[in-house]
DNA sequence: ATATTAAGTCCGCAACTGTTGACTTTTTTC
DNA sequence: GAAAAAAGTCAACAGTTGCGGACTTAATAT
């Protein structure tokens, strides 16, 4: 047995992880390939070789962060709930299902190079299988509003960290979320269900 | 009367408004000072005579833009329909109160140099002011899930560009959010309000 | 009309970016 | 063990970026 110092699959992975690391924390165009070679401890160029450019890496990334986070057998009125969960907890940790990628996403959405790529992915990816649960009429329309929450609750507290909405009892936050969220699937989008009975 | 081909606040000013525009179309670190003064038809060294660096330029664009864009007499009750409203109108044109404050703040918030700046930015000029006009015990906790509703929807509407959002009809979605609206603002957090009378 | 000051332009520096090619070291294969 | 291929390192290129100093042009004041 051969003691390996050099392994390509596994160097290849080092650098994907730190890469996902970077991406999470800040934006693409402030993530640079060298300090993600240092995270992985190795050279900038293996990027090159690996990846062959920043765009592809940061393509696999986002391919590769939480592939399967919507368990598919979760049922359309347990989602909320769900999602409520998701959107509280803090993302750290080895969770396989989070919503990482959503903030990989937003923070890269305004870049030039990734906005068409991070599109794409956060509607086939993220917002259709979510719509695909959801029965009625405008399932789509109805799962875009309710990603409206989630993501500007990653944004305030995880982007922006919104000291209100860190610190309030979470159980009360999740709740409340969690009543959003019924709101915005499972009631029709245009109607009278009349959840607020005031003026 | 002397022809004036060199004016100091003139150009300042457009410097500042084409200076706007970029920060609201791309993030800070994708705007450059080149691509601003271009836009103003003068010379870059400007930005550094009247502004002093790209950081100092960014924090005037921001304070800025839409400095009193909430309506002093607005009531708590009036609150979620004019947010709503807000939040769907297109953000293009020369209205005035506009959320296109978001919108700036949204594209820089994970630049490592505008960061710092952008959140106090949003906690004091934006959350704070809204949070003021509720009545009630929580009313930071509240403002903030509401502005989760308010961010989103720029996300995903002018960010991402996700097309349930911008085609359904508008009617139904602000009618929507300013339910969504109501619920965050003027219902207490925690509590049995009881919107939804599901299980 | 001339001198003075403000307004604007041009040029270049220094730092950093992603990317590529030549080179060295390790591993595998025969 | 030698040869071939893979894995990794180093250095440099070309392009930007923000920024600052030297210079020129226009407006003002006397």
Redesign the interface.
């Known amino acids: 047995m051969t003691k390996r110092q050099k392994n390509a699959a596994a160097t290849r992975e080092a650098l994907l992880e730190a890469a996902r690391r970077r991406f999470l924390e ?2 693409y ?2 993530v640079g390939l060298r300090d993600v070679a240092k995270d992985a401890g190795v050279d900038v160029a293996l990027v090159g070789r690996y990846f062959g450019s920043k765009e592809e890496l940061f393509r696999e990334v986002l391919r590769g962060t939480c592939p399967h986070w919507l368990d598919a057998d979760v049922t359309a ?1 347990a989602l909320p709930a769900f999602l409520a969960r998701l959107a509280i907890e803090a993302g750290e940790g080895d969770t396989q299902e989070s919503l990482d990628r959503l903030l990989i ?8 190079a990734t ?1 068409e790529l ?2 794409t992915a ?2 086939e990816d993220v ?1 259709e299988p979510v719509a695909r649960l959801l029965p009625g009429e ?1 399932a ?2 109805r ?3 309710a ?7 990653k ?2 507290r995880t ?7 860190l610190q ?2 979470a ?3 999740e ?3 969690e ?2 969220l ?3 699937l ?2 029709p ?2 109607g009278d269900s009349g ?2 009975g ?2």
Do not use: Y
């Open positions: 800040e934006s165009d402030n009125e996403i937003l923070r890269s959405a305004s870049s030039p906005s991070v599109r956060f509607v917002l405008d789509q329309s799962a875009a509003v990603f409206t929450i989630l993501m500007g609750t944004v305030l982007i922006l960290g919104v000291q209100p909405l309030c009892q159980c009360a936050l709740a409340k979320l009543l959003l019924t709101e915005a499972l009631k989008l245009s959840a607020t005031e003026s």
